[in-house]
């Protein structure tokens, strides 16, 4: 792809930042006593009074808005003609991640077709943008071509996009040998860039000390974080947090709280856990039906409990159990 050539000033409006100092009454008289016809151009501001966003490099300008996603890049490209030239590749980037996603999964009246994906993702990735640096480091690391994968987290990393950081972050997990301290800086990046999955993986490491001194009060606080974020295996260990008292202060409440949150989100040892809290409350069907996800989620050892309650309620009782769990459908959470 041909560099673009530095942008001649005259090639876009200026975009100046306002003064912050206020003009003195002096300044303002001699301003409006200036004669000015109509016609006649106004007069040029000074280049002094602020810096020209118009001429900044192309290289800076993509690399600043390389993890853009489609609004904020064309909010920018409305800035000035400059930026809007600078960032065209980036724009075609957008449009090749969009049919990229088509393929991958199926959508658009298109069969899924991840060779198809893939390629459209590395035109984008080539572009510059970060979004499809990741998207093409995912085929790749779900084909076993873990070195592409991580080269193209890599690029994404250090260009500031929070995915790509976890990405690399958790890639350094699998690695041989693997590379806990470079794990934990990734981790920490994508977790400061508000990425979710990096706060909960980075609750890990500070709870087992990988890369980093085991801090249990670091990582109750990353839990948290990503709890509130809408992980459901964070809400699931803060939940124990809290039970526990270890690194959050002890709150049954909180503990049930998050423990429910879990369970309604489908993670199976939370609605088992939270089945047997409804089961000491005296909620016996309210029990059942947690108990009886659980035990399709796998958790056997819930079955057993299940069917001590179900002798207890009544035929109607057992029926409405039953069909409630039939019907059960998890809630929306980040993972």
Not at 2 to 31: C, V
Not at 67 to 82: D, G, H, M, Q, Y
Not at 219 to 225: D, G, H, T, V
């Amino acid at each position: 792809m041909k560099q673009k050539p530095w942008p001649d000033r005259s090639d876009g409006a200026r975009f100046t930042a306002f003064p912050l100092s206020k003009p003195d009454d002096n300044e303002e008289k001699i301003r409006l006593s200036r004669p000015f016809k109509i016609g006649s151009k106004p007069p040029l501001t000074s280049p002094t009074e602020g810096p020209d966003f118009s001429a900044l490099p192309f290289d800076i300008l993509t690399k600043i808005a390389a993890s853009f996603n489609f609004p904020n890049l064309l909010a920018a490209s409305l800035v000035c003609r400059s930026w809007r030239d600078g960032l065209q590749p980036l724009r075609e980037a957008m449009v090749l991640l969009r049919y990229g996603k088509r393929f991958k999964h199926g959508r658009g009246g298109v069969r899924r077709n991840l060779d198809k994906a893939l390629d459209s993702f590395l035109k984008g990735a080539v572009r510059g943008s970060t979004l499809a640096m990741v998207d093409a480091g995912l085929i790749y690391w779900e084909r076993g071509l873990k070195e592409e994968a991580i080269a193209l987290y890599q690029k994404a990393a250090v260009l500031g996009d929070p995915a790509g950081q976890c990405n690399l972050g958790i890639s350094y997990l699998h690695a041989q040998p693997q590379n806990h301290k470079e794990t934990v800086k990734w981790l920490y990046q994508a977790s400061i860039g508000g990425h979710v999955r990096a706060h909960y993986q980075l609750a890990l490491c500070l709870h087992q000390g990988l890369g980093v001194h085991r801090n249990l009060h670091e990582a109750a606080k990353w839990y948290l974080k990503a709890a509130e974020g809408g992980y459901v295996r964070a809400m699931y260990n803060a939940s124990l947090c809290y039970s526990s008292g270890v690194g959050l202060s002890q709150s049954r409440r909180h503990a049930r709280k998050w423990m429910r949150r879990a369970a309604d989100r489908g993670h199976s040892k939370a609605q088992f856990e939270h089945g047997l809290a409804l089961f000491s409350e005296g909620e016996m069907m309210k029990a059942v039906v947690y108990l009886e996800l659980a035990t399709r989620s796998g958790e056997t050892a819930a079955t057993h409990v299940k069917n001590v309650l179900l002798q207890q309620l009544s035929a109607t009782a057992r029926e409405r159990a039953l069909l409630l769990a039939d019907n059960w459908r998890a809630l929306p959470s980040s993972r």
